[in-house]
């Protein structure tokens, strides 16, 4: 008899067809990247509080990445290119002197 080994993940859930509302919490529960233990144990109820709780901290996680990105996108938008392009240039003459290559060894090596 062939064993057939099937990947874990996000595609495969614990229940393909779910046929209570336990399964189906627990399906939510795994699409949300949630493993409870003995999930299949619990009462309803205590499922369904699990998932809501659960719900809503990924609500307010993604609600946090919203305004990280915004912060981030509010700084890049106060960047000056000509001083990180100076910045740049500043330090690899730094970077230059240290390894002690002079602008005509480095000049020669790009040819």
Known sequence: MPQVWLPTGQV???HLN?????EVLMNKLWDMRYLVPHADKLEVQQLRDIVE????KNK??????????????????????????EGLKEFFA????KLGITREEQQASRK
């Open 60 to 85: 307010d996680r993604n609600a946090q990445v919203v305004r990280d990105q915004a912060a981030a996108l509010e700084r890049l938008s106060k960047v000056n290119y000509a001083e990180v392009a």
């Open 53 to 56: 709780a659960c719900e809503r």
């Open 18 to 22: 779910p046929q209570s509302e336990r």
């Open 94 to 97: 730094w970077k230059r002197r």
């Open 12 to 14: 495969h859930r614990p």
